[in-house]
């Protein structure tokens, strides 16, 4: 018997539309051809209505817009907690976060699928959420003495009570140029790189426009960024480090990322996430180091399942310096899989293997105590 | 689907007895609409509408005496409709066939007999149950080297193909190649009458249409039908193939990767990404043979376009440089790259000396994973298990993957990999066209895909 993974994707999120092309593209599909679950498509719409049903594993449903007339004509998914999940009476066998963001990378939704007692992919819900606090999982670098670049954070309250307290704060810590961005946010939406102190006010005005919390980061000089992706839990697996290509910019934004018909140097293909070099040729030992560090941060912060670990290169230097991580990288970075040996369908595979070790062990802590507590009382 | 049977009414009432839902019949070709389908189609709607007066007039008449008899009669010629219109196409099909086409090609084969008797050229007959296209490309690119050459085109390998092959010579060729395409005794026998080969090459024998055969006495009487007609002159015969083997002459014409009419091969190697090379060697003779053809079971046919370039007069240079000519022909073991992985693409070879030699390939290939991906084989007649049961123990010491896709013969190969105790994964997919559309989801830098046959929609 097939067992049933419910995709969730979506959501209300500024990355909404990446999570349906990754749900679509690189989860749902590679799930569906393995022959071994049956999949259930939950997507989560701009306005928080959930949805499930089969109709919502094709991309064009999402390219024509028609899913705005398939949201009020379709009625909200029937969920049902039972010491499982149920959605419209279909039992959930496996949860498959595909959502990027607030809501479904930072925490939420994996706080929901413990509550729900499945398996569910990826990161569990604490680890998720110091992730997604790129100030958090600072913090916690900092705390396992691995190498971050320097910073400073504000948030929008006090920001909007005093801007000039806020940005004097990081210039008298920070040299410039810095990097001003929205401390929860992925795919490089908001961020802005700075040189001076208007262009610091801009900044944070802008970032605090999507956030609540600003992180200000020096950059740092001759710069090589890369990123490293891994899975699993325990003994996490590395796949190659790879080198984003910005085309003169100073940073990788979501204009790269996502919408330029960048390609691959070394064997990837055209498409979304822009251009890079895979795998990454680093000086001297700088490859294996950057290997090392993302591991480190992996462990530090608890990552299981799946995340991307961005690095920040000083080549002069010769320091690999941790920069943020990605709970649930879009496309889950299956070019970089399959370049590294891993196809789409046993990526996926491995995931919901591991997403079943991980419940497994959780199973094996006893949550309940027996007490005379309530015959006292 | 006539059209995808080629008009062999066999096949399309096969077709018809097993399918059960005609909603979805079309999926690999659609419907090209040729003159030919344009006329079966206006038949097909006059029958309909003489069906459809019928019962029109049959209503009526009922109505008018108060025969329910009649109303009865109406209903089940009503209820019959699709099955006359699926039988009642034969109909046409067969007039036309008798009317138009048979006087015309009757005239076409006479001529193209009478061009090809008196045509001056060395006339070679490739025959065999399988590996004509690809000894027939390897002939023609190597004798191009120095020689006027025609060839067969595709599988035009009927004496109507091979008729309007004839009919378009220039007159002035060196060499014409001719593939025989053979499915009952005496085909053989009659094409060589029709095209008067001064010598042949024999590629192998095996269970393909069987079905037709009947029994693999009649495949191998009919591909030696060719030694009888040629008597004294030269067939080279593949040594490799078991029951050309037990059944030729041990002459020298023989051919293996061991070599053949005196050339000996040494130094033979092969790799998905530099192609096979060898030495050939006769005499003070060297040839330093490179084809981008993968494979050693390449090796036989190419030192036996050697062997026949070399009694045409060819030096060893233009052998040289036609061999490096020979590249891998479409859909027959022709390697691509996806992803890092290599995709071996096989789809139209459908038999079982090419399943062996491909599994062989792969079993012998450096990858991550070997993945082997076939729908199994058609028209093996009584041979049918047993051949897929022999195919699935073939990929169990093969493939660590197996992609099968789902048919009447998959269980006979699932059955074939369980006896040989298969430790690798089994996938079997209810949609080819799904499966090849996403075979990028399936692969990653190391794997080597192997795909091989692939059925068309008249085929369950």
Redesign the interface.
Known sequence: MKKTVAVFFGGQSTEHDISIITALGSVIKPLELSKKYTVLPVYITKKGKWLSGAALKNIDLFRSKKIETFEIKTKAAKIVLDGGLSIDGVKIDIAFPAMHGPYGEDGSLMGFLRMANIPFVGADMDASVIAMDKVLAKQVAVSNNIPTSKFVFTTRAQFQADPAASVSVAESKLAYPMFVKPAHLGSSIGITRVATKTELLNAVEVAAYYDEKIIIEEAVANLIEVTVPIIGNDSPRVALVERPLSQGEAFFDFETKYMGNGGKKGGGKAGAQGYSELPAVLPGNLYDTSVDVALQVYRALSMTGIARVDLLIDEKAKIVYFNEVNPLPGDLYGHNWRAAGVSKVQLVDELIRYAEERHDQKSQIDTTFSSSFLQQF | MLQDTEYRLKAYFEWYHRTSDFTAVMKRRKLTVTRKISLLRYALWTVWLLVILAVMGLVILGALTQSYVLGLIALVMLILLPFILAYGIAVPLFAGWLIIQRPKEKTMIENARRILASHAAVKIAVVGSYGKTTVKEILKTVLSESKKVAATPGNMNTPLGISRFANKLVGNEDVLIVEFGEEKVGDVKMLAELSSPTMAVMTGINESHLASFKTIENTINTIFEIVEYLGDKPVYKNGENQFVKDTAEQDEYLFSRKGVNGWRVTDANTSLESGTQFIAKKGTKVVKASTSLIGLHTVGPSVAAIAIADGLGLSTKDIEAGLAKVVPFDHRMQPRQL??AWVIDDTYNGNSDGVSAGLNLLRTSTA?RRIYVTPGLVEQGDQTQLVHETIGRQIASSADVAVLMNNSVTNYIVAGLTDAKFKGEL???DDPL??YT?L????????VVLMQNDWTDNYR
């Open positions: 992803h890092g991550k996938i079997i997919i799904d499966f996403n990028d989801q399936f692969v990653a830098r190391g794997d």
